[in-house]
């Protein structure tokens, strides 16, 4: 008799990596970065904080990319000391790209790698960039600070 139930193996050594931050769990796949640090930090209303281990060891920027669980901890003190991290803070923050009716936010500018992520996520695989204009965009023209549009691109097929 064919038994057609799978399990999943538990045998695996898979790290979870995560941020906990204002009693909330960040998950992250794969190595947590100092981005993945700022973006948990800005969405929770953090500007300054320190980082610590699952073992409540202070971590610091050279200790990034890292495995495993970390705290963020809001530090706020009148001068900033080694180990405190800072959210950069940008002036566009308006940024976005529009691509299948969704808007898709930026943190600062967009670029070519955030145009061909939107793109690939929403199936698209060849594509023109407008302005909020309607203008087309060029290579040269990136990083863009405002809001772009993506626009699939069929091609005529070359017939030899």
């Avoid at 947590?32 to 281990?53: E, M, P, Q």
Wanted: with cysteine.
């Amino acid at each position: 008799m064919t038994n057609n139930v799978f399990s999943v193996s538990e045998t695996g050594t898979a790290t979870v990596n995560k941020i906990l931050v204002c009693g909330r769990e960040v998950a992250i796949s794969g190595p947590i970065k100092k981005a993945d640090l700022d973006k948990a930090a800005k969405d929770n209303g953090i500007r300054n904080y320190v980082v610590k281990s699952d073992e409540n060891r202070d971590l610091f920027v050279e200790d990034f990319p890292y495995d495993g669980v970390v705290k963020i901890v809001e530090y706020n003190a009148a001068k900033a000391r080694d180990g405190v991290f800072t959210v950069p803070t940008s002036t566009a923050t308006s940024s976005k790209i529009q691509v299948c009716g969704r808007e898709v936010a930026v943190a600062g500018q967009v670029k070519k790698a955030d145009l061909d992520k939107a793109a690939k996520d929403n199936g698209i695989r060849n594509y023109v960039v407008k302005d909020a204009n309607g203008r087309d965009l060029f290579v040269e023209d990136f990083p863009y600070t405002g809001t772009v549009k993506i626009v699939e691109y069929n091609a005529a097929k070359v017939v030899a």
